[in-house]
């Protein structure tokens, strides 16, 4: 046996754990989501959660509850931006969070303003791209 085979058939194997761990958090659903942990997650994938933390933490630069954090972030981002009338609090139920405050707090810590604040940019920048089509249009004609 040739030297450091062992070594790198065990570093092979594990090093896709991070990888799987990354497909199954995008894979849930949205309300899923912030019921996931770590011990959880290495259960599913049949790991050691220490050392799914470990790899995933060099992987993606960040921890696993951060990397779900940011993900839930980025589709209340997207439903945001897709659906004006949709309320926060409906946002929150459907991200699974116990309290509004909860996913204001959230929200915040990885946009810089509150949802409610970013919902109302959302409306001024539709509206400005609206007037700003219309005005284009118009001066078309002339």
């Known amino acids: 046996m040739r030297l450091g085979t062992r070594s790198a058939t065990w570093v092979s194997k594990t090093e896709n754990f991070p990888e799987k761990a990354l497909v199954y958090i995008l894979s849930q659903r949205d309300d899923e989501l ?3 942990q770590t011990a959880g997650i290495a259960q ?3 790991t050691d959660r220490f050392q799914l933390t470990e790899d995933f933490r060099k992987y993606q630069n960040q921890s696993i509850t951060s990397f779900i954090e940011r993900e839930i972030i980025h589709r209340a981002l997207f439903k945001l931006e897709r659906d004006i009338d949709i309320t926060i609090d409906e946002l929150s139920n459907r ?7 909860d996913f204001e707090i959230t929200f915040k810590k990885y946009i810089l303003v509150k949802p409610s604040r970013y919902k109302e940019l959302v409306k001024l920048r539709a509206n400005h791209f609206y007037q700003k089509d219309l005005l284009h249009c118009h001066c078309s004609f002339l």
Not at 95 to 101: I, K, Q, R, V
Request: glycine content about 8%; hydrophobic content about 40%; aromatic content about 16%.
């Open 95 to 101: 991200f699974g969070f116990s309290t509004t405050e």
């Open 44 to 46: 599913t994938l049949n």
């Open 34 to 36: 912030i019921k996931l």
